[in-house]
């Protein structure tokens, strides 16, 4: 692997990627704050995709999504010193919003950097979670540097959305899950940003059976990590619009985990049209009473249109997200009435 240059806003520190026995210390640390969400057998899924699919609802995760299990093990992860300065972040999502969250729990404070871009329900949101949200500068990459000198002028902890082991760890926690419920689980299918979600289930699954097949998922507008395997470097691409939103974002070219462990960890990577990444929530809305952001309704794609050859015999898809607007869902679910492949 070429060797990825170090940034100057990272202090040095030996790269030790996260364990196994990271992933059951998370579950014990992160056990009151998170819930063990359910895994059901979808009989519409498995008659149509050839294998017994099962969906992981993290949907159902407080905040909805399941980043709160990376974030509430990271910043459980601080000492007390470090929780007094407060923590601090970069993402208007998911992410943001699971910080918020768990810093409102712990009476740690919370600055959600975002840029003055932002659309205002966003912000009122995050701050209803009981986050300071700090505008400044016009795009994602401000947003981030002036994150990074809340850390250097006032001791705040940037909690990092995927590349950092206690995240990595907290979202490893769902393997322990899926595998406790289905020990003889032999594929998952994961959407695939940054890749903190596929890297933490990836190890956690494969330390256990190194034979379980891992199906990332991504949308083919600006597919970073499936671009950046393929050129064996983190690259950067333009974003683009797409229904699965939370899955945009760079992977960082100072990456120091999440690239490595995916390109180890991933045995195919599925990228979708955004037809696709409809029919998958709308499958979900139809035969599941489920409403799901376009992210969590990629892997529910791959195994409706047969998308991977690794695909076996007893599947979960893991659902990640809920964060969509009502109506949103409703215009993209009644665009697709009556699809012939009965999704
Ligand atoms: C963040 C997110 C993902 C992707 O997770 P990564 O760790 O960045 O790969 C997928 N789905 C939802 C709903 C998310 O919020």
Redesign the pocket.
């Known amino acids: 692997m070429q060797m990825v240059t170090s940034h100057n806003r990272l202090q040095p520190k030996t790269i030790t990627p996260p364990s196994l026995q990271d992933i059951w210390i998370a579950k014990k640390r992160i056990a009151s704050f998170i819930k063990t969400t359910p895994l059901v057998q979808s009989e519409r899924l498995s008659s149509v995709s050839d294998t017994v699919a099962h969906l992981k609802l ?2 159902l995760q407080e905040t ?4 709160l299990r ?1 974030a509430a093990n990271k910043i459980l992860s601080l000492s007390e010193e470090e929780r007094k300065k407060g923590v601090t972040t970069f ?1 208007t ?3 943001g919003l699971a910080v918020a969250y768990v810093a409102r729990q712990l009476g740690v404070k919370a600055h959600i950097c975002i840029s003055n871009r932002v659309p205002i329900n966003k912000v009122k949101k995050l701050s209803e979670m009981g986050a300071e949200v700090r505008q400044a500068g016009q795009n994602q990459d401000d947003a981030e540097a002036f994150s990074y000198h809340l850390r250097d002028r006032e001791g705040m902890t940037v909690i990092k ?2 590349d950092d082991p206690e ?2 760890a907290g ?1 490893g926690t769902i393997a322990l899950e899926l595998l406790e419920e289905l020990p003889n689980l032999d594929t998952c299918v ?11 289930i990836a190890l956690g699954l494969k330390a256990t059976n190194p034979s379980i097949q891992v199906i ?1 998922v991504s949308m083919k507008r600006a597919a970073v ?1 499936y671009e950046s395997i393929r050129a064996n470097r983190p690259v950067i691409i333009p974003e683009e619009t797409t229904l ?1 939103d ?2 945009l ?1 760079g ?1 960082g070219t100072d990456n120091r985990y ?1 690239f490595t462990m ?1 390109k180890n960890y991933v045995d195919d990577i599925v990228l979708l049209s955004e037809e696709e990444i409809a029919r998958g929530m709308s499958f979900l809305f139809r035969h599941h009473q489920i409403g ?2 376009g ?2 309704g ?1 892997a529910v794609s791959v195994l409706l249109h047969k998308k991977s050859r690794k695909i076996g015999l007893r599947t979960a898809a ?1 659902v ?4 969509v607007d009502v109506d949103r869902i409703l215009e993209i679910i009644s665009a697709h009435k009556g699809d012939e492949d009965g999704c």
């Open positions: 993290e949907n909805g999504s399941f980043k990376g993402s999502g998911n992410h959305p995927f995240v990595i979202q994961i959407p695939l940003s940054g890749g903190g979600l596929l890297s933490g990332g990590m699965a939370s899955l974002g992977i999440t995916v799901v952001e992210a969590a990629t893991v990640s997200g809920s964060n």
